[in-house]
Nanobody, 123 residues
Framework: QVQLVESGGGLVQAGGSLRLSCAAS????????MGWFRQAPGKEREFVAA????????YYADSVKGRFTISRDNAKNTVYLQMNSLKPGDTAVYYC????????????????WGQGTQVTVSS
């Protein structure tokens, strides 16, 4: 069983920045990829960014490309999401997730999830 714990969410003004962290623990961590998703009230959970754990290749939703950066620290089993130039539309609960394989932009491909962290961007 792998546990994911997110941190770093909060309230920020539009144009500001936040850095989310997701630490993995538990049985041997050998994810194929780690991803960040978000879910706003009344909306479906959507893909934000993902990173191939071994190669470090990063993938982004068009809505965050150029503003968000995903990275990982293999030694710490931790993935980060640096969010810059935040907009009110980025307000959501952000979830970290891990997958052993499959399409990394699809919610259903992920095998384990964190509890989520709230990000609120005020205008």
């Amino acid at each position: 069983q792998v546990q994911l714990v997110e941190s770093g969410g909060g309230l920020v003004q539009a144009g500001g920045s936040l850095r989310l962290s997701c630490a993995a623990s538990g049985r041997t961590f050998n994810a194929y990829a780690m991803g960040w998703f978000r879910q706003a009230p009344g909306k479906e959970r959507e893909f934000v960014a993902a990173i191939n754990w071994s190669r470090g290749s990063a993938y982004y939703a068009d809505s965050v490309k150029g503003r968000f950066t995903i990275s990982r620290d293999n030694a710490k089993n931790t993935v980060y999401l640096q969010m810059n130039s935040l907009k009110p539309g980025d307000t959501a609960v952000y979830y970290c997730a891990g997958t052993y394989g499959g399409s990394i932009v699809v919610v259903g491909a992920y095998d384990y999830w964190g509890q989520g962290t709230q990000v609120t961007v005020s205008s």
